[in-house]
């Protein structure tokens, strides 16, 4: 009966030990394949493009947090599968692609995020590249104007608006920046503005008392809006012969700032003949800050007399 009952004693035991080690080895493998799949690589957006390289193949899922727009270039739209949901992009290239830059756009503020991709077959020992995820650089704001906490310069001249928000620049300095790249930059160096809505306007609007004394024609190009800020683009062309020095002085209406694209009008006929001056108004448009027009008074008219027969 001794004899039967130790093989028994031992034979439990050593289960046991295997049932241990089993355990042990699947928390291990368990923990290893979490990190690895959980691996992410941070990039930081500062304005600067981000290079992202991609490998032929294996999708690369990117990270921004935002729900985005992607623009792809014509070039390399039969090379690259690219699917966007939820604030996460999926990139997939079907083949080599050279480097060539993409663009993220937010929908909400429309910030641009620039991206350098560039895909290459890897090798078998390589290995698949992580995700992505797209954090905001600590010196530069989401938005233009918004403040920043870390800069303490910029926190010194924070101003409050109308609305109680502070913002690091004042409004009508954001307004006319922001104009001014809409007219004349590029879309994808447009800095998004929080808040701000275009005006409908009107076109046919009487601007012959803007600029009274100058050989000047004016017309109303487009508007923005900020909180109770008005800005307005106004098309300026010189009709003369000779140069003319712009004057924010020589401008007739209430307005709170004036500012001219170009200091001068070159001669009629030339390239320089014309320019955009941005005028911004408060808690109305551009029609409500003009003068009036006056009519001459007529006598025969004017019922305040007598007439004798």
Excluded at 46 to 63: D, S, Y
Excluded at 138 to 158: E, F, H
Excluded at 209 to 217: R, S
């Amino acid at each position: 009966m001794i004899k039967q009952i130790k093989p028994i004693f031992y034979t439990a035991n050593y289960h046991h030990l295997l049932v241990k080690v089993s355990i042990l080895g699947i928390l291990v493998l368990m923990f290893s394949l979490a990190n690895t799949a959980y691996a992410i690589e941070l990039v930081k957006w500062q304005r600067l493009p981000l290079a992202i390289p991609l490998h032929v193949g294996h999708e690369r899922v990117i990270f921004v947090n935002r729900n985005v727009r992607v623009g792809v270039p014509s070039s390399i739209r039969d090379k690259l599968r690219v699917q966007s949901t939820g604030g996460s992009i999926y990139l997939l290239a079907h083949e080599p692609i050279p480097p060539t830059r993409i663009q993220l756009q937010d929908a909400e503020t429309g910030m641009l995020i620039l991206l350098d991709i560039a895909a290459t077959t890897a090798d078998k020992q390589e290995a698949i590249l992580e995700p992505v995820q797209i954090i905001e650089g600590d010196n530069t704001p989401v938005k233009y104007g918004a403040a920043n906490s870390s800069d303490t310069a910029a926190t010194k001249s924070k101003i409050n608006t109308a609305s109680g928000k502070i913002t690091e620049t004042p409004i009508p300095v954001i307004l006319t920046r922001y104009a001014a790249q809409n007219l004349y930059a590029p879309l994808r160096t447009i800095e998004p503005v929080a808040g701000i809505s275009r005006v409908n306007i009107r076109r046919e609007l009487d601007l012959g008392l803007l600029f009274p004394l100058l050989p000047v024609k004016a017309h109303l190009l487009a508007a923005w809006r900020l909180e109770d800020y008005w800005v307005s683009a106004v098309y300026l062309k010189n009709t003369s012969s000779e140069i003319i020095m712009l004057d924010p002085r020589r401008l007739q209406g209430n307005f709170i700032a004036a500012t001219f694209q170009h200091p001068y009008l070159g001669i009629a006929g030339e390239a320089s003949d014309t320019t955009i001056v941005y005028l911004i108004t408060r808690q109305h448009g551009l029609a409500e800050a003009l003068l009036p027009n006056i009519n001459q008074i007529n006598a025969q008219t004017n019922s305040g007399g007598h007439h004798e027969k």
